[in-house]
């Protein structure tokens, strides 16, 4: 079965700094770009970071950029992002998500998502 | 960089035909590709259609996806809704530095 999992998610100070995880299973990890996608409460989908199956390359959002590290451990079939000077506006639901290949071989996979919270 | 604009809401009756466009703000529809992903209260998002017109894997063939130049728009179609298609919809698409765009969401009541 297909899954990947966030962790990591907490309530944080702003200006601190959090590391979300996404382990990936039943599936080839290596073989997937994958991203995070983030949802504030109430409001829509925005883009945050991408990275090629090998590690590279990286593409990140403007609103993270400087601040945020996406990676990933292919060793270990994880995900990573470091989220460094949290500001109160990055406060959402982080999803990973994994695609790979083209019509009609395209597979993609959701992960169920990990809140964080940025508030003194 | 450019912007998708989605409707805020759309409403129809079971078994009926709606469309949701999203429109580019600048540069080609056609230039990049569009997905239009599905996502119910309280759940994750899923893919539903992927490259401007592909379903992914087990999407009904109720659901189709188009481009059109001359209005600069992808469209999402839903054929012979269901209630269980109630839902938000949002189309996204690359910039040339392969950053995703997301439109703003559009919220589908089956009614």
């Known amino acids: 079965e297909v899954q990947l999992l966030e962790s990591g998610g907490r309530s944080v100070q702003p200006g601190g700094s959090l590391r979300l995880s996404c382990a990936a299973s039943g599936f080839t990890f290596s073989n997937y770009a994958m991203s995070w996608v983030r949802q504030a409460p109430g409001r829509g989908l925005e883009w945050v970071s991408s990275l090629g199956g090998s590690g590279g390359p990286t593409y990140y959002a403007n609103s993270v950029r400087g601040r945020f590290t996406i990676s990933r451990d292919n060793s270990k079939n994880i995900l990573y992002l470091q989220m460094n000077s949290l500001r109160a506006d990055d406060t959402a639901v982080y999803f990973c998500y994994g695609e790979s290949g083209y019509a009609p071989n395209y597979f993609d996979y959701w992960g169920q998502g990990t809140l964080v919270t940025v508030s003194s | ?111």
């Open chain 2, 1 to 111: 960089n450019f912007m998708l604009t989605q409707p805020h809401s759309v409403s129809e009756s079971p078994g009926k035909t709606v469309t949701i466009p999203c429109t580019r703000s600048s540069g080609s529809i056609d230039s990049n590709y569009v997905r239009w992903y599905q996502q119910r209260p309280g759940s994750s998002p899923a893919t539903v259609i992927y490259e401007d017109n592909q379903r992914s894997s087990g999407v009904p063939d109720r659901f189709s996806g188009s481009i059109d130049s001359s209005s600069n728009s992808a469209s999402l179609t839903i054929s012979g809704l269901k209630t269980e298609d109630e839902a938000d919809y949002y189309c996204q698409s690359y910039d040339n530095n392969n950053n995703w765009v997301f439109g703003g969401g559009t919220r589908l009541t089956v009614l």
